[in-house]
């Protein structure tokens, strides 16, 4: 559980870094009128691969972990209880909905029929779901504080 829970935690950057780079290379593309290139869609692939890797990972934790367990046994008392809400449903949901958001957004850069639609489809989709993450994220900073790493 230490160990994978570790993964989890440093996966994030990743995840984080590679959608700022899709997301920033997308706009660049989209207002700049540029063509949708072969390197735009693997970093865009690789983006999709790391939030997938990690929605594996996440669904590993899920059902290892102590907090989600302890949720899960009360889930009417849970529900009232901030901390043990977040676990047991507001970080799993947040996720999975950001992580289908960026599953749409290939699906719908794939399907523009111009270049600038490729970029835009890229740029919103994505743009949603690294709001969404950033929002579910336990920084340290928030009332469901974790460490940075
Ligand atoms: C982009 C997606 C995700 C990001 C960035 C993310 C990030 C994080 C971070 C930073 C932690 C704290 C790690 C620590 O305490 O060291 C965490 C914990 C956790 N995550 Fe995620 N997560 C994501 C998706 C998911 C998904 C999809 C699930 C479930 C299917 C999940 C389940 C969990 C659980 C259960 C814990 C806490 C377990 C415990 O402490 O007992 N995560 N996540």
Redesign the pocket.
Known sequence: MEMI??I??L??YV?LILLVFTIIKAFAGWFGNKEYTASDNKLSLFTFIS?HL??VV??G??FM????KAGMSDMAAAMKEPVLRF?TVE??LS??V??AIITLGRIMSKKGTTDAAKHRRIAIYYLLALVL?FSA??WPFSAVA??WF
């Open positions: 829970l570790m989890h935690s996966l994030r995840i939030a990690q929605l996440g669904l934790v899920y972990s102590p907090v989600v676990w970080h799993i996720m999975i950001a992580i993450i994220i336990p974790r460490p």
